[in-house]
């Protein structure tokens, strides 16, 4: 079945250090992709999304693009700041509207 | 718009009691999702409706949990009875056909002792 792994954490930044989050997926059809991101005591919120190859989604300075290719989508920031510190997911949609989503990979941004 | 709304945000019950959460989706979304967060099995989908219909309740750990929703508004999820074991943050979610991203209310926590 369809599935996503992202890297492990926990990863500790710097402030303004260039954050990269890997994730990969497995897939039968072509997905929606998608990064949420779930601060302290709070919901998952959606970051970014993708829908079809080579689509970059991007939002408070975070970026990722679907690679079909590799069949990736890796999330990215420029420069971090402290109230980046959150738990990151990476997610896919089946056809059905089901995600899967990955272990999730905590992000702590010192100052 | 509200967002997606869950009631209540704290639960402390004793086992065996019965526990009911609540959801209020986005309104005009036609999907509802409810999953469980712990730090053993990260998130787990339980089960998900569409247009007040359960699609799939795969999820659902065992007969002592069960999930309505009786109308586009509204949904809850009952266990009866609780164990310490279903110990965890429940997160309800709704979305729209034809886009797959969903959207999370903030979660209700629960702690059965």
């Known amino acids: 079945g369809d599935s996503v792994t992202q890297m492990e954490g926990p990863v500790t930044l710097s402030e303004e250090a260039f954050l990269t989050i890997n994730c990969t997926y497995t897939?039968?059809?072509?997905?929606?992709l998608f990064w949420y991101v779930q601060y302290p005591g709070e919901g998952l919120q959606l970051l970014l999304k993708a829908t079809k190859a080579d689509d970059k989604g991007s939002n408070k300075g975070f970026e990722a693009t679907y690679r079909k290719e590799t069949t990736s989508f890796h999330l990215e920031k420029g420069s971090v700041q402290v109230s980046d510190s959150a738990v990151y997911f990476c997610a896919l949609s089946d056809p059905d509207y089901k995600l899967s989503f990955g272990a999730g990979t905590t992000v702590t941004v010192r100052a | 718009d509200a967002g997606v709304i869950q009631s209540p945000r704290h639960e402390v019950t004793e086992m065996g009691q019965e526990v009911t959460l609540r959801c209020k989706p986005i309104?005009?979304?036609?999907?509802l999702f409810w999953y469980r967060q712990t730090m053993m099995r990260g998130l787990e989908l339980l089960i998900y409706?569409?247009?007040?219909?359960?699609?799939?309740d795969s999820g659902m750990p065992e007969d002592r949990f069960s999930a309505k929703m009786p109308n586009a508004s509204f949904s809850t999820l009952k266990i009866q009875p609780s164990e310490p074991r279903d110990s965890a943050v429940y997160f309800c979610?709704?979305?729209?056909?034809?886009?797959?991203?969903?959207?999370f209310g903030p979660g209700t926590r629960l702690t059965v002792t």
């Open positions: 979610a709704s979305g729209t056909s034809g886009f797959h991203e969903q959207y």
């Open positions: 309104s005009g979304h036609d999907y």
């Open positions: 409706f569409n247009n007040n219909v359960p699609i799939d």
């Open positions: 897939a039968t059809g072509y997905p929606s």
